[in-house]
């Protein structure tokens, strides 16, 4: 399931999103949820929410029924506190 639901975020949503200099990807899949974390311009965009509620999950859901659900991923990435370790470490 996931390689489907990844492949709909490639070819139908990362090019939308790509005028906005974004992207998207799936973290998870689990009981009918895709979670997906906003990439590029669009994961500091204060309208990621309305962007995974009006456009990615119908253009998901649409293409695989079995998709009940997408859901924003707001956790912080390791890639996100490494760079955050890091610029505290120059700090002191």
């Known amino acids: 399931?996931?390689?489907?639901?990844?492949?709909?975020l490639s070819e139908k949503v990362d090019?939308?999103?790509?005028?906005?200099?974004?992207?998207?990807?799936l973290t998870a899949f689990k009981d009918g949820i895709a979670y997906v974390k906003m990439t590029g311009g669009c994961s500091t965009c204060p309208s990621a929410q309305f962007t995974i509620e009006d456009v990615?999950?119908?253009?998901?859901?649409q293409e695989i029924p079995e998709v009940k659900d997408v859901v924003l991923d707001l956790s912080v990435g390791e890639d996100l506190l490494d760079m955050a370790r890091e610029i505290l470490k120059k700090e002191k």
């Not at 090019?15 to 990807?25: D, N, R, T």
């Open 15 to 25: 090019p939308v999103l790509a005028s906005h200099f974004g992207g998207i990807k």
């Open 56 to 61: 990615v999950k119908d253009m998901v859901i």
């Open 1 to 8: 399931m996931n390689d489907k639901i990844i492949k709909v």
